[in-house]
């Protein structure tokens, strides 16, 4: 150690300036690189994990975005099964059929003279229930009558359409007209499978 000691205080103090400005430059430069390469290191671990979390906000955006398509359509699902449930619904309900087509005569300006329900038809997955009618009015009314079955919700089907001779009714030519007025009803697989039974002896 006294060696070095002597050996440093014979070498000039310019020389001895300049190897301790070294050491503390090089001592300096060690210390910047390493806080430097920490805060690169931390910084690239903050752009990985905001990278990740766009690429999670990204995938919840598109699961977001498909849940309401799928809303969407489970929608309009849904009213297309309500509106063939009106069109064809699993019950007769032939209180309620009979009121809705005596008002639509009454609208047409026709007398209804009989209301006459016949016995369910099964046909397939659905039965019809046919409902024999007479009416009285004028061709116009009757044709009125008619169309306005026509855009009944539920399904209607006329047949055995049949007129009377016209007579004369307080200055109005009037004619009686009979026929069958039938609609339907969907029946559930129970129901369907439970009238293919047959019971043998």
Same mark, same amino acid.
């Given at each position: 150690?006294?060696?070095?000691?002597? =050996?440093? +205080?014979? &070498?000039?103090?310019?020389? %001895?300036?300049? +190897?301790?400005?070294?050491?503390?430059?090089?001592?300096?430069?060690?210390?910047?690189?390493? =806080? #430097?390469?920490?805060?690169?290191?931390?910084?690239?671990? $903050?752009?990985?994990?905001?990278?990740?979390?766009?690429?999670?906000?990204?995938?919840?955006?598109?699961? +977001?975005? $498909?849940?309401?398509?799928?809303?969407?359509?489970?929608?309009?699902?849904?009213?297309?099964?309500?509106?063939?449930?009106?069109?064809?619904?699993?019950?007769?309900?032939?209180?309620?059929?009979?009121?809705?087509?005596? *008002?639509?005569?009454?609208?047409?300006?026709?007398?209804?003279?009989?209301?006459? !329900?016949?016995?369910?038809? #099964?046909?397939?997955?659905?039965?019809?229930? !046919?409902?024999?009618?007479? #009416?009285?009015?004028? *061709? $116009?009314? &009757? +044709?009125?009558?008619?169309?306005?079955?026509? %855009?009944?919700?539920?399904?209607?089907?006329?047949?055995?359409?049949?007129?009377?001779? !016209?007579?004369?009714?307080?200055?109005?030519?009037?004619?009686?007209?009979? *026929?069958?007025?039938?609609? *339907?009803?969907?029946?559930?697989?129970?129901?369907?499978?439970?009238?293919?039974?047959?019971?043998?002896?």
């Amino acid at each position: 150690m006294e060696k070095f000691l002597e =050996s440093f +205080a014979k &070498i000039p103090l310019q020389q %001895k300036l300049g +190897a301790v400005g070294a050491l503390v430059a090089i001592i300096g430069l060690g210390t910047y690189f390493l =806080s #430097v390469s920490a805060a690169v290191a931390q910084i690239e671990a $903050h752009d990985a994990s905001l990278e990740k979390q766009d690429a999670e906000l990204l995938k919840l955006q598109q699961q +977001a975005q $498909h849940r309401t398509q799928f809303m969407r359509e489970v929608e309009r699902l849904k009213q297309r099964l309500r509106e063939a449930e009106e069109q064809l619904p699993k019950q007769a309900e032939i209180p309620k059929v009979l009121r809705d087509i005596d *008002y639509e005569a009454k609208q047409a300006g026709l007398r209804v003279d009989r209301f006459e !329900p016949q016995g369910e038809q #099964v046909q397939g997955d659905f039965a019809a229930v !046919p409902l024999k009618m007479t #009416v009285r009015g004028n *061709y $116009h009314e &009757i +044709a009125v009558f008619l169309d306005r079955l026509s %855009k009944m919700p539920r399904i209607v089907n006329v047949t055995d359409v049949n007129m009377t001779a !016209p007579n004369i009714e307080n200055k109005k030519i009037v004619v009686a007209s009979s *026929y069958t007025a039938t609609t *339907y009803r969907f029946l559930e697989r129970e129901a369907v499978a439970a009238t293919d039974v047959t019971v043998t002896p």
